[in-house]
């Protein structure tokens, strides 16, 4: 089964880095967030990613080709024209096709531009921009139990500022970063069905708009809960909440390392 990643927005609201590279290219720790989003899905067996790449898609491409390289020891023999890799014991097993689907293409039009990728089959498909540590395996499971064409991850995101609880003017509690209490919103993490193609008209096509809206309509649209971590990195203050996660080694997505 292939995983999508939608990797070709601008990023406009992350410009201090996006200047330079797309924004699943900014880095947590020293690894793209990219990276860390695979990772994840590496953990629960999925190996083969689609990556949907735009703005600046040669610099995902050139990230993948010099991971690679880096990671092995190489025999060049330029008269030839060959570069032979030779595997050396490296964690990521994983196959990865970049896909260029176009400097402006909308979600669902980069989606559309993965079908002949992805097949006649099941796959997930994911942002570029989030991580979280939902179990793939309960996910899938939730999907394969209802029979219907879309499954999307429901999460109740971090409150954006701390969450205060009073007794008049004394706070007998303070949270930080508590999770909303209300309202589900779309977390992505994807399990889909190839009629969702059927959905998208083209690349104008804005995925959570007129598809998620039809499928929604149709009856075909379910939504698996997810009560654990989840975080997007559309700021750069949410960049910063990701990178003190990773330093202080408690990130809740580094799901391969428990």
């Not at 971090?158 to 609880?165: C, I, K």
């Amino acid at each position: 089964m292939k995983t999508a990643i939608l990797a070709g927005g601008l990023g406009s609201r992350l410009a201090e880095e996006t200047v330079i590279k797309p924004k699943p290219m900014v880095e947590i720790g020293d690894r793209p967030i990219l990276w860390h989003i695979m990772r994840h899905y590496l953990h629960y067996g999925h190996n083969e990613f689609v990556i949907a790449a735009g703005y600046k898609a040669e610099v995902i491409k050139r990230w993948i080709l010099d991971y690679a390289t880096l990671a092995a020891d190489v025999t060049v023999r330029p008269r030839l024209g060959e570069v032979t890799l030779h595997s050396r014991d490296i964690s990521e097993d994983w196959t990865v096709n970049v896909v260029d689907t176009g400097q402006s293409t909308n979600t669902g039009g980069r989606i559309k531009r993965l079908q002949r990728w992805v097949g006649d089959e099941t796959f997930m498909l994911t942002w570029g921009d989030g991580v979280s540590d939902v179990n793939l395996d309960a996910l899938m499971a939730f999907h394969r139990s209802h029979g219907k064409i879309a499954t999307l991850t429901a999460v109740r995101p971090p409150a954006r500022y701390g969450h205060l609880v009073t007794d008049g003017d004394q706070i007998v509690e303070f949270s930080e970063k508590p999770q909303i209490g209300e309202g589900w919103i779309n977390g992505a993490f994807f399990v889909l069905e190839p009629e969702v193609f059927d959905y998208i008209d083209g690349d104008a096509t804005q995925f959570e708009k007129e598809p998620l809206e039809g499928l929604a309509k149709d009856g075909q649209l379910m939504a698996y809960r997810h009560y654990g971590f989840w975080q997007c990195m559309d700021t750069m203050r949410e960049k910063h909440i990701l990178e003190e996660l990773w330093r202080s080694e408690s990130a809740p997505w580094m799901t391969w390392e428990k």
